[in-house]
C-alpha cells in the first residue's frame, strides 16, 4: 500500500494541525495505521495508532491528550488532530501501516510494512 502524508506545517505554541495519510488502497481500513515520528538528533519515536476496523487508538504518554487519531471513510485516509502543540511536537511526521500489527506490537516501527514519505510539522515557541 503507498501512502501519501500531508498537512504539516508551522504553528505557534497552542495551535493546532490535522495530518492526513491517504491512500488508494481499497482495504485500508484493515490495515493497522501508526503516526510516528522524527525529531532532529532522535530515534523515530512512536506517536499513536488506529487498530483496523475496531477503531481503537494507542496513544504514546507525550500526546495523549491533545493528539487524536481517526478514520475518514470518505477521502480513504487516517487522520492525526494535533492539539495544544508545543515546540518539542516539532518533528518529521509519518504515517506507517501494517497488516500484522496488534495491540502490542503498534509502538514499533519494525511492526509497519509500508511508510509514507514523511510532513514536517514545526511548533514556534
Known sequence: VQLQASG?????????LRLSCATFE????SYVVGWFRRSPGKEREFVGAIIRRSGNTRYADSVKGRFTISRDYANNAVDLQMNNLKPED???????????????????????????????VTVSS
Open 26 to 29: 481499497r482495504t485500508f481500513s
Open 8 to 16: 504539516g506545517g508551522l504553528v505557534q505554541t497552542g495551535g493546532s
Open 90 to 120: 516539532t518533528a518529521v511526521y509519518y504515517c506507517g501501516a501494517s497488516r500484522g500489527a496488534d495491540w502490542s506490537s503498534v509502538g514499533l516501527t519494525n511492526a509497519y510494512d509500508q511508510w509514507g514519505q514523511g510532513t514536517l
